[in-house]
T-cell receptor, first 114, second 116 residues
Framework: EAQVTQNPRYLITVTGKKLTVTCSQN?????MSWYRQDPGLGLRQIYY???????DKGDVPEGYKVSRKEKRNFPLILESPSPNQTSLYFC?????????????FGQGTRLTVV | AQSVTQLDSHVSVSEGTPVLLRCNYS??????LFWYVQHPNKGLQLLLK??????LVKGINGFEAEFKKSETSFHLTKPSAHMSDAAEYFC??????????????FGTGTQLKVEL
């Protein structure tokens, strides 16, 4: 089954404690991205990756890092989480970086930073 | 720069009545447009997409949307609402990002409530 898998689904952590949210896709997609969803703001792009070892900032990259060492994986790293990063996070992948192609989304990771 | 405006943050309808969720977009180019649905505690699922073919697009679960370039609109409709349609709906525009690749810009979402 084609899917995007995020882990964990729920995470509560303390300010400053480094964490990683994993994302993996089994569709051999080139393009992957991370979004955060906040009430009244929709989804905003954090980082994206065009292919292995190619990453770039989205609209709200501050406080986040990513890496793309393998095509299927695109982890999101919070080196020093803060309460304003409490949010619902989605990973997405797309077959090719063309405007007509739909994105496939993971189930989401609800992060709470206290 | 592209943008999406969903004109209603909340819409409430009775079961069996029509649904209209409004979306206006702004794009410098010829965009692709999507509607996604998010059920509680679930990820986003594609309802339908417009990619410059037919202007009336049919999607899953009886939803459809009409692309109107003159009005820069892409409203989502369904003739008869069902309780299972209660969810949050996102209008999305896709176009070339500055770094290449498809950049998705999301609207702020419309929460659809369906009442008996």
């Amino acid at each position: 089954e084609a899917q995007v898998t995020q882990n964990p689904r729920y995470l509560i952590t303390v300010t400053g404690k480094k964490l990683t949210v994993t994302c993996s896709q089994n569709m051999n997609h080139e393009y992957m991205s991370w979004y955060r969803q906040d009430p009244g703001l929709g989804l905003r792009q954090i980082y994206y990756s065009m292919n292995v070892e190619v990453t770039d900032k989205g609209d709200v990259p501050e406080g986040y890092k990513v890496s793309r060492k393998e095509k299927r994986n695109f982890p999101l790293i919070l080196e020093s989480p803060s309460p304003n990063q409490t949010s619902l996070y989605f990973c997405a992948s797309t077959m090719v970086p063309g405007k007509n192609t739909e994105a496939f989304f993971g189930q989401g990771t609800r992060l709470t930073v206290v | 720069a592209q943008s999406v405006t969903q004109l209603d943050s909340h819409v409430s309808v009775s079961e069996g009545t029509p649904v209209l969720l409004r979306c206006n977009y702004s794009s410098s180019y010829s965009p692709s447009l999507f509607w996604y649905v998010q059920h509680p505690n679930k990820g986003l699922q594609l309802l339908l997409k417009y990619t410059s073919a037919a202007t009336l697009v049919k999607g899953i679960n009886g939803f459809e949307a009409e692309f109107k370039k003159s009005e820069t609109s892409f409203h989502l409709t369904k003739p008869s609402a069902h309780m299972s349609d209660a969810a949050e709906y996102f209008c999305v525009v896709s176009d070339r990002g500055t770094g290449g690749g498809n950049k998705l810009t999301f609207g702020t979402g419309t929460q659809l409530k369906v009442e008996l």
